[in-house]
């Protein structure tokens, strides 16, 4: 129960006054480390590389492992990228296949009525920024209410922390973002 208090301070915190900078220090809600020097985050979990990938998807192909805490975006000849994520905690997790929908840059943030009732902190509406939840990009997944989006929130990534959407560092939502279409398959793997 602590634990989940200290995270949820260490939200409204960071929606509140994000990073902070000089001497002070972020500190991971869940684990109680420092995770920032100096103003820039120095927390960065899963470097995104090329790795080889056997498994049985076309090119172009978003595989979300949720379990491993990965998403593979699936290249030629038997290769990926690999990303380190952050997941839905238990209970906000979710699998299936499904289409690329849309895209957006820096993109407005409207909690749902749900997530809502559950945090009644949040705002109603965040427009898109550096500050935002949902980070620098957002892939939105077929017609739910999910994203892949970026965080500024690093300490996330490699957790089951968000309320089901797939968190990535802002330069891996990115570069993602860059090589995928509208359209793009996107296999959630539970």
Not at 29 to 43: D, E, F, I
Request: charged share 20%.
């Amino acid at each position: 129960m602590k634990w989940r208090f200290l995270s949820l301070l260490g939200i409204v915190a960071s929606l509140v006054i994000g990073p902070v900078g000089g001497a002070q220090a972020e500190i991971d809600p869940l684990t109680g480390k420092r995770l920032q020097s100096g103003g820039v985050w120095a927390y960065t979990p899963i470097p995104r590389k090329v790795v080889s990938y056997d498994k049985k998807y076309s090119p172009g192909t978003i595989v979300v492992d949720t379990p491993e805490r990965r998403l593979y975006l699936v290249l030629d000849d038997g290769k990926a990228i690999r990303y380190g994520i952050g997941v839905g905690r238990e209970g906000f997790q979710f699998s299936g296949t499904y289409n690329l929908s849309r895209k957006a840059e820096w993109p407005d943030w409207r909690p749902p009525a749900d997530m809502r009732a559950r945090q009644p902190y949040l705002p109603t509406f965040m427009p898109g920024g550096p500050s935002n939840p949902l980070g620098a990009r957002a892939l939105y997944v077929g017609s739910t209410l999910y994203r892949i989006h970026g965080t500024n929130q690093n300490w996330s990534i490699g957790r089951d922390f968000s309320s089901g959407c797939i968190r990535m560092l802002n330069e891996d939502v990115i570069d993602l973002y860059n090589r995928v279409n509208i359209g793009a398959r996107i296999v959630v793997l539970q």
